[in-house]
């Protein structure tokens, strides 16, 4: 073996590399951000809706968990683009992101749903307190906070698999590697800068939704329980 | 003297199975009822029905007021009227002791989050757990948990309050501090109905008694009649019990 | 205007049983390489165990995507010219796999209450004895579900093995749309296919959990 390996070759690219995770953290925040709401409001549907709802609701959720990504992309881009509605690479990535993890959103904040007791909600009901309210205050708030971990795992994921947007080009960071690496041949060196970028990315995130968790979820910062 | 709850040939059926068949009796203002009766005598289900918790299939509940048995029961002033406490507590465990207190009355009745909190302070003092405020469930006794449980229908100002043999969860001495709340509150004047297995609580403080067996309502008195009984079941009942 | 054939549903069906075939190999060689990660994770030798977290990391924070690139390229480092693409795709969807499985299995296993260790441990079996005897049969039941969950994972990944230039379903969709350009017929037909693959193993994956989750743990 006699590659020698030159990773100073890189180094006029930083604004490059930089600028790619700020397009990935942008892309994944903005799809998270999306995709919570969606899924918390599909999640809801599922588990109170009338039954075309909630037949629905599952319908979707079953399709997009049983699909690749890459496919439900492609699907997005050329799909809506022969329809005549032209969308530009990174729109088509972020709708693409927000299906897909409205998707798996709603299973997860439904199973924090479902795990709340039948009683919590009579004892809502007997203090009078609406549907709307006990739904805020006594279902949703405490599902939420059960489930925040796996969330987060989905979330890291979803930060990760927003790599894949790069095969329809849009603006993120792998599609920066791509270039760099076809501009100075030093692929293997690029993707392990990249790689590293993203496992540091991953860290980030991760430690980003702890902090946030401890600052919304009072109960878990003053007990250091996680339920 | 007016009834507060009038309840007149209740019945209720599960399925196949009638758990109330034919209930009637009437609390009136300032009055503690007793509930007695085996498991499974339906206890539990006539207070739920007083509550709006379950549809009656026939008769008629009347409630502070309120048809309950009317399909078009306006439950929320209801709720407003009647508090009800259950054997399992039921706190919002995400919240603290002083919060879950200040959920209904801010939510319900609009009151501000300065005045809601004066609120719960004192009725938390009333259960004698005004410096619990700042804890959350997990943090609590059992018998801490039923007590923040009956402040948290307190402060909804209830003109009736249903129990539903609170201290069955707790251990005897857990089971005092909870009675004692709960003598306190009949000494001041509230209406209550408590369904309980405690003979000697019901007796000391309990106006009436209404012993329940196989769904229906089968000797009624005042506290002496758990001394003599005219029942040849109640007569058992209680044997048993004591 | 050439249009949509049987032709090229047939072409599609070929490419299927590809990405079956990848996701099988994946998945055996991702559940031997993980089994070990995760009997490292959980090894008496600190450094084994951390040597494992520090390999769960790196393969469960890198996307799929650049570990496949850095696969492609990096064998073709070691001196082989044209990597095939099928040794590629395998190689990165079985390290892919192991990081997850691992994890999954781990977690498992530690499920397992420790009291049954104990149990096993009084019984003067030996460490393996009390692993394979005691500990994994019940590891065994808890893990099933999840691991059909994560096969649909691994057939919906086997889709980025395009990238290396691997003909499965998705990269055969690619190539029929640059003949005939009717993406979303071609795409809505790919997933159909990925669909009919992955739900059944979805349905199972849930079954099994019900399962286990009525006949208590
Ligand atoms: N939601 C329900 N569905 C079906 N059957 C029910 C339901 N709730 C109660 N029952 C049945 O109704 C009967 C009376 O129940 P209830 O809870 O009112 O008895 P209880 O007098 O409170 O008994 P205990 O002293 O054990 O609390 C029981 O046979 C019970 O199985
Ligand atoms: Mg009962």
Redesign the interface.
Same mark, same amino acid.
């Given at each position: 073996m006699s590659y020698q390996f030159d990773f100073l070759a890189l180094l006029p690219y930083w604004r490059e590399f930089a600028l790619g995770v700020w397009l990935t953290l942008e892309l994944s925040a903005i799809a998270t951000v999306l995709g919570f709401v969606f899924g918390t409001l599909c999640a809801i549907g599922r588990s109170g809706g009338s039954p075309a709802v909630k037949w629905a609701i599952a319908a979707y959720v079953e399709v997009i968990r049983n699909t690749p990504l890459l496919v439900q992309i492609f699907l997005v881009y050329f799909g809506i683009a022969t329809l005549g509605v032209h969308l530009s690479a990174n729109f088509a990535a972020v709708a693409a992101l927000v299906v897909n993890v409205t998707a798996y959103t709603c299973e997860i904040v439904r199973a924090g749903i479902e795990s709340i007791h039948k #009683?919590?909600l009579?004892? #809502?009901?007997?203090?009078?307190?609406?549907r709307a309210?006990t739904y805020w205050?006594?279902i949703l708030?405490?599902a939420v906070?059960r489930v925040y971990p796996a969330l987060t795992s989905q979330y890291v994921l979803l930060m990760l698999a927003s790599s894949i947007t790069s095969q329809i080009s849009a603006e993120e960071l792998t599609a920066v590697a791509n270039r760099i690496q076809s501009d100075t041949f030093r692929s293997f060196e690029t993707y392990i800068v990249v790689g590293v970028l993203y496992i540091l990315l991953s860290m980030v995130v991760r430690i980003g939704f702890g902090l946030f968790g401890l600052l919304v979820?009072v109960?878990r910062r003053?007990?250091g329980?996680s339920l | 003297m007016s009834a507060v709850v009038r309840l007149s040939d209740v019945h209720k059926r599960f399925g196949a199975v009638t758990v109330l068949n034919g209930v009637s009796f009437e609390v009136g203002r300032g009055e503690v009822a007793a509930v007695i009766g085996q498991s499974g005598s339906g206890k539990s289900t006539a207070l739920r029905c007083i509550?709006a918790?379950e549809r009656i299939e026939q008769g008629t509940i009347e409630v502070c007021g309120h048809a309950v048995h009317d399909p078009k029961l306006d439950?929320?002033a209801l709720?407003?009227d &009647?508090?009800?406490v259950?054997q399992?507590y039921?706190?919002?465990?995400?919240l603290t002791a002083e919060q879950n207190i200040m959920?209904?009355p801010t939510? &319900?009745k609009s009151l501000s989050k300065a005045d809601a909190r004066t609120l719960a302070r004192d009725v938390l003092a009333r259960v004698g757990l005004a410096e619990k405020a700042d804890h959350?469930p997990?943090?609590l006794s059992g018998g801490q948990q039923q007590r923040v449980a009956i402040a948290?229908?307190l402060a909804?100002q209830p003109k009736l309050m249903l129990f539903d043999e609170v201290t069955s969860a707790l251990d005897p001495q857990l089971t005092g501090e909870v009675l004692k709340v709960m003598e306190d509150l009949a000494r001041g004047g509230m209406t209550m109905i408590l369904v309980t297995h405690e003979m000697s609580f019901a007796r000391k403080v309990a106006s009436k008694i209404i012993y329940m067996h196989k769904g229906t309502v089968w000797e009624t008195g005042p506290g002496a009649i758990i001394d003599a009984p005219q029942t040849l079941e109640l007569r058992k009942f209680v044997g048993g019990e004591m | 205007m050439p249009t949509f054939t049987l032709v090229h549903l047939e072409y599609l069906s070929w490419a299927a049983l590809w990405t079956i075939g990848l996701s099988v190999i994946a998945f055996i060689g991702g559940g031997i390489l993980g089994f070990g990660v995760a009997m490292a994770r959980i090894a008496p030798s600190r450094v084994l165990r951390t040597a494992a977290m520090v390999y769960i990391q790196l393969v469960q924070g890198t996307p799929l995507l650049i570990l496949l690139f850095l696969i492609y390229f990096g064998v073709a480092i070691l001196g082989f010219n044209q990597v095939p693409a099928i040794l590629a795709a395998s190689l990165g969807l079985t390290i892919y796999a192991s990081g997850f499985l691992a994890e999954i299995w781990r977690g498992c296993i530690q499920s397992v209450p420790k009291t049954q260790w104990e149990a096993a441990e009084c019984l003067a079996l030996t460490r393996w004895q009390r692993m394979t005897r005691v500990i994994l049969p019940q590891a065994i039941r808890i893990a099933t579900p999840p691991t059909v969950g994560f096969m649909v994972q691994i057939v919906k990944n086997t889709s980025l093995a395009s990238v290396v230039g691997f003909i499965e379903l998705a990269q055969a969709g690619k190539i029929i749309n640059t003949s005939i350009y009717e993406p979303f017929t071609i795409f809505v037909i790919v997933a159909i296919f990925y669909f009919l693959i992955c739900f059944p193993l979805s349905t199972w994956s849930r079954s099994l959990e019900r399962k286990l989750n009525v006949s208590g743990r």
């Open positions: #009683a919590q009579e004892a #809502a009901e007997c203090l009078g307190l609406s309210q205050h006594v708030r405490p906070e979820f109960r003053k007990l329980t | 509550d918790l439950r929320r709720r407003c &009647v508090g009800i259950f399992s039921n706190l919002f465990p995400h959920l209904a939510c &319900v959350y997990e943090q948290r229908s909804m | -």
